[in-house]
């Protein structure tokens, strides 16, 4: 079975570093999102809270989502935003439910629990765990930043997310809004992929994105954008344009 590694390894090497944001929660809108930009990208985030909302409807829309890019490209990841964070017991089902059931590549996760409680996720070594680490919100250093033994909280988390990894399968996730300790997250996690939020209708800067997050390969990133891509009125021509901004920067980079 191929990692969630080998999978997003093959994207990076094609020069694919688009994550698309799926934050409808409609399977006929994902669907033709996904046929318009599956040659474009690495990954597809699918924010679970947008279809939850929506009831037993929503979550069979995730379902048969999930199920059409599995189906027609496999070769393209599947990561639910789901932030899931609960003591170890409950998050065991969490694990069974994202990666059993709906077949998920990767999930978010918070560590605010600690490592025992996150312990169903990361024992799951052919998938990608991407614990939450820096937010793209305005909000995110109301406790992110708080300083910790003489440094800021997200980078300590990231040293504790290092420490976890003994399975190679652990990604974080920093916001695009914040390139400064995008950069600092970089330095501490090494080549571990970086799940990056928050690119277009947040504020977050390509160029500036790249220059900070990329890993000692040139590579590492997985840069996602959700409603400049798919409220946009030509969801192919804008993914095509971040696309073509990513391989600019690359080139001077």
């Not at 048969?64 to 890019?69: L, S, V």
């Not at 090494?190 to 209708?201: N, S």
Request: proline share 4%; glycine share 10%; charged share 25%.
């Amino acid at each position: 079975m191929n990692s969630f590694l080998d999978k997003i390894g093959r994207k990076w090497s094609e020069g694919k570093f688009v994550c698309v944001g799926l934050d409808k929660g409609n399977f006929e809108f994902d669907k033709n999102i996904i046929d318009q930009t599956a040659d474009l990208v690495c990954a597809y985030k699918l924010n679970s809270a947008f279809y939850e909302e929506a009831g037993t409807n929503g979550w069979s829309d995730l379902e048969k989502t999930i199920t059409y890019i599995k189906e027609k490209y496999p070769d393209i990841l599947i990561i639910l935003d789901a932030k899931r964070g609960d003591i170890e017991n409950t998050n065991s089902l969490y694990a069974k439910a994202v990666f059993d059931k709906l077949g998920a590549d990767g999930v978010t996760v918070s560590p605010y629990l600690g490592q025992q409680s996150l312990q169903p996720f990361l024992e799951r070594s052919d998938k990608g765990i991407f614990v939450i680490v820096k937010t793209s919100n305005p909000g995110a250093g109301e406790f992110q930043d708080l300083e910790v033994g003489g440094k800021p909280l997200y980078q300590v988390i990231a040293e504790h997310v290092v420490s976890w990894n003994s399975h190679n399968n652990l990604g974080v996730v920093v916001g695009a809004t914040y390139p400064d300790q995008l950069k600092k997250v970089r330095e501490i996690v090494g080549d571990m992929p970086i799940l990056i939020p928050g690119v277009g209708a947040q504020g977050g800067n390509v160029k500036s994105t790249i220059q900070a997050g990329l890993n000692s390969h040139g590579q590492g990133i997985i840069i996602s954008s959700s409603r400049d891509i798919i409220f946009s009125e030509d969801p192919r021509a804008a993914t095509l344009k971040m696309h073509q901004e990513i391989e600019e920067v690359l080139k001077n980079v």
